[in-house]
C-alpha cells in the first residue's frame, strides 16, 4: 500500500470555495436587508391600524378622538423599535406619525378635513390608509 503524501486541498481550490462564498453573501446580504425593512414597515401598518381602532373605540366611548395623553385611555403602545410616535387629534379627525428603525417614517390621517402630520415627507395621505415613506 502506497501513501499519497497529497491529500487535501490546492490553494486554488479553497480559493475558488471562498469566491463562491462571497458571491452568495453578495446576493444574500441586501435580500436580506430588503426583508428585513418590509418586516419593520408591516410592522408599522399594523400599528396605524390598531391605533385607528383604538381611536374609533375612544371615540365611541368620549365622542372625540384621542391625542397622545390619551394613548393609555386607549390601551395602544407601538411596536417594539417603532418610535417617536406623534398623534394630533380634534373632535372631527386625527392624523398619527411614527419612525421606524432605520429612520423612515409612516402615517396616517382619519376624518373630516384631517391634514397630514407635521413634519411627513412621504407620498401623499388617503383618509384612513396608513403610508410609509419610500
Known sequence: MHSNPTKGFTLIELL????????????????FSNSKEKALKSAAFADLRNLST?????????????G??????????????????AIVATVN????????PGGKRC?????VAAVDP?????????????TCQP
Open 16 to 31: 475558488i470555495v471562498v469566491v463562491v462564498i462571497g458571491i452568495l453573501a453578495a446576493v444574500a446580504i441586501p435580500k
Open 54 to 66: 383604538a381611536q374609533e373605540s375612544f371615540f365611541s366611548d368620549s365622542n372625540r378622538y384621542g
Open 68 to 85: 397622545m395623553a390619551d394613548t393609555g385611555l386607549m390601551r395602544f403602545s407601538p411596536s417594539r423599535g417603532n418610535t417617536n410616535l
Open 93 to 100: 379627525n386625527w392624523n398619527a406619525i411614527l419612525t421606524i
Open 107 to 111: 402615517a396616517v390621517k382619519v376624518g
Open 118 to 130: 407635521a413634519g411627513w415627507t412621504g407620498p401623499a395621505l388617503s383618509d384612513g390608509i396608513a
